[in-house]
Nanobody
Framework: QVQVVESGGGLVQAGGSLRLSCVAS????????MGWYRQAPGKQRDLVAT???????TYADSVKGRFTVSRINAKNTVYLQMNSMKPEDTAVYYC?????????WGQGTQVTVSS
């Protein structure tokens, strides 16, 4: 069973920054794309950013220019640096890891941005 564990959520004022981390267990060679999704209360879970093993990234339009996704393959770790945060960024953030073609999710970490 692959375990995916996020950390780094919390409360931040608008305009501030937070960095999320996510580490996955298992074989380094079995991990493909990694990414972040978020779910606000009463809304569906949406993509925030993804990154391939080669470092190719994709971002939701709402976070482009503010958030940066990165990863360290040797550590099975993916990060999400969030800058210039807005109240609408408030959500539970979930890490997603593709392991041998199957998606695995973390338990989620709460991010709250106060105005």
């Amino acid at each position: 069973q692959v375990q995916v564990v996020e950390s780094g959520g919390g409360l931040v004022q608008a305009g501030g920054s937070l960095r999320l981390s996510c580490v996955a267990s298992g074989s380094i060679l079995s991990i493909g794309d990694m990414g972040w999704y978020r779910q606000a209360p009463g809304k569906q879970r949406d993509l925030v950013a993804t990154i391939t093993r080669l470092g190719i990234t994709t971002y939701a339009d709402s976070v482009k220019g503010r958030f940066t996704v990165s990863r360290i393959n040797a550590k099975n770790t993916v990060y999400l640096q969030m800058n210039s945060m807005k109240p609408e960024d408030t959500a539970v953030y979930y890490c997603n890891v593709n392991y041998n073609g199957w998606p695995y999710w973390g338990q989620g970490t709460q991010v709250t941005v106060s105005s």
